[in-house]
């Protein structure tokens, strides 16, 4: 065990270009899912807080039911529509890393949106009215919410991409986990561990759960530049 | 002009559980009038102010601005951008001082030199130069009801509604709220302020009116 956690850590600092290349793999598929879905996610969430229709509550509800929705199944619908039979067969997109940021972006959207439709409700709700009594239209007294919830919103990001990071299932089943194109840490992990090769597992778990902490070090530190609300 | 500023005939406010705040209350506003609304704690002082600046859904029968008639329900921007409403424990945006006056003058286009000197005025009007570049969290509760009379008196406009300015404030800073609201109602600003009967405000040429059982009556 001791031998396997020192290896470990000599490919984290050599510089293994096959466990850096499959992290830097992880974080372009994230990081773009999470880019794509963010603003979706925050203007759809901002609706459904402030917004009165029919519907609305069911809406919220169902966003909330999918927060805990396996991403595995996810993988499955996507798979079934992205292969070659499937409705969006012609996109040949199965086993790309574009496949695999269509199915993040899936998982980030509930994540995200839920935790802004939180967000916008629990906001003090003097902030809207006070840029709407000062002049500014129903699009600036939202973008003046959103402004003064900002940390509640990057926590919510925080929280999606944790989930994107994070999640095998859906990368496996769209990604196919081929080396040097999609093959994700979380991925990586779990092919290296069933062919017994522990040493580039648990570095790329050190890598993961570096990212994980070194996000929310990162929330804390700007939540305290911040100041209180 | 001639006529009032804003006039406003059989406004009503019922919430859903029957509770009725206002009940065919009419109001007529002339130009540099300023008016004081006392009543009781729940009287609807708040709804009503909240009703006049367009933040709080109600109905009236007919109501206008300046002489041109608008929908309350669908309060128009050429409406609000002429009629301020401070709230009772006004809300600063995380920001400076500094730029939490210019926050309305920058969604009215005011710019450059323009805007500072007009933050720079309200800062010194407000007697706010010592805290101007600190955040909101570290001011008391008189030094921010003065940041929101200054972030509404910035941006000029031809209404200010005040809702219960000076409830909660110790003694010395109600003494400065008070001084401000003085010198707007010299100034010639239309100002409607709501204050509790204990905390009755008295300002030059206040009319005095009186809120209760949902309807508005002068008081003699």
């Known amino acids: 065990m001791l031998d396997t956690t020192g290896d470990a850590f000599r490919l984290?600092?050599?510089?293994?270009?096959?466990?850096?290349?499959?992290?830097?793999?992880?974080?372009?598929?994230?990081?773009?899912?999470?880019?794509v879905a963010a603003p979706l996610a925050v203007a759809a969430g901002y609706g459904l807080a402030v917004g009165r229709f029919p519907g609305r509550r069911a809406?919220?509800?169902?966003?909330?039911?999918?927060?805990?929705?396996?991403?595995?199944?996810?993988?499955?619908?996507?798979?079934?529509?992205?292969?070659?039979?499937?409705?969006?067969?012609?996109?040949?997109?199965?086993?790309?890393?574009?496949?695999?940021?269509i199915g993040q972006?899936?998982?980030?959207?509930?994540?995200?949106?839920?935790?802004?439709v939180a967000a916008v409700?629990?906001?003090?709700?003097r902030i809207r009215d006070t840029a709407l009594s000062l002049g500014a239209t129903r699009a600036r007294a939202a973008c003046a919410l959103l402004y003064e919830t900002r940390f509640a919103i990057f926590a919510a990001a925080c929280q999606g991409f944790g989930r994107v990071i994070s999640e095998v299932g859906c990368a496996l089943m769209v990604g196919g986990n081929i080396a040097g194109s999609t093959r994700t840490i979380t991925t990586a992990i779990a092919l290296e561990t069933s062919k017994g090769d522990f040493a580039q597992g648990i570095a790329l778990g050190f890598v993961l759960l570096a990212l994980a902490f070194g996000v929310n070090i990162a929330f804390a530190l700007l939540q305290g530049r911040g100041g209180e609300p | 002009?001639?006529?009032?500023?804003?006039?406003?005939?059989?406004?009503?406010?019922?919430?859903?559980?029957?509770?009725?705040?206002?009940?065919?209350?009419?109001?007529e506003i002339a130009e540099g009038a300023c008016w004081i609304i006392t009543g009781d704690n729940g009287a609807g002082k708040s709804t009503l102010l909240r009703a006049l600046a367009g933040?709080?859904?109600?109905?009236?029968?007919?109501?206008s601005f300046a002489g041109r008639a608008f929908e309350l329900a669908e309060y128009p921007d050429r409406v609000r951008r002429d009629v301020v409403y401070v709230h009772q424990h006004p809300y600063l945006f995380q920001r400076s001082v500094a730029a939490n006056i210019g926050y309305g003058l920058a969604r009215r286009g005011v710019r450059g030199d323009e805007r500072a000197q007009r933050i720079a005025a309200a800062i010194a009007w407000a007697g706010l130069d010592r805290v101007r570049d600190v955040p909101p969290a570290r001011l008391s509760g008189g030094e921010k009801q003065r940041v929101a009379l200054a972030r509404a008196w910035a941006v000029s406009p031809r209404l200010l509604l005040l809702d219960e300015p000076t409830a909660n404030l110790d003694a010395?800073?109600?003494?400065?709220?008070l001084a401000l609201l003085r010198e707007l109602a010299m100034a010639g600003r239309t100002v409607v302020v709501a204050?509790?009967?204990?905390?009755?405000?008295?300002?030059?040429?206040?009319?005095q009116w009186h809120l209760a059982d949902g309807r508005l009556a002068r008081r003699r």
């Not at chain 1, 984290?12 to 899912?33: H, P």
């Not at chain 1, 529509?81 to 940021?101: H, N």
């Open chain 2, 55 to 63: 933040l709080e859904p109600a109905v009236a029968e007919a109501a």
């Open chain 2, 195 to 207: 204050c509790h009967d204990r905390e009755l405000i008295d300002l030059p040429h206040a009319e």
């Open chain 2, 172 to 177: 010395t800073a109600r003494a400065q709220v």
């Open chain 2, 1 to 27: 002009m001639t006529g009032p500023l804003l006039a406003v005939r059989g406004l009503s406010k019922r919430f859903g559980d029957g509770v009725t705040l206002l009940d065919n209350a009419s109001l």
């Open chain 1, 59 to 101: 809406l919220i509800v169902t966003l909330q039911a999918m927060l805990s929705f396996p991403t595995v199944v996810v993988g499955l619908v996507l798979y079934l529509m992205l292969s070659r039979r499937g409705p969006l067969g012609a996109w040949q997109l199965l086993f790309t890393p574009e496949a695999m940021i």
């Open chain 1, 121 to 125: 409700q629990g906001a003090d709700p």
């Open chain 1, 105 to 116: 972006i899936v998982i980030a959207l509930p994540v995200l949106a839920a935790f802004t």
């Open chain 1, 12 to 35: 984290l600092f050599t510089g293994d270009s096959e466990l850096w290349g499959i992290v830097a793999v992880s974080l372009r598929v994230a990081l773009t899912a999470l880019a």
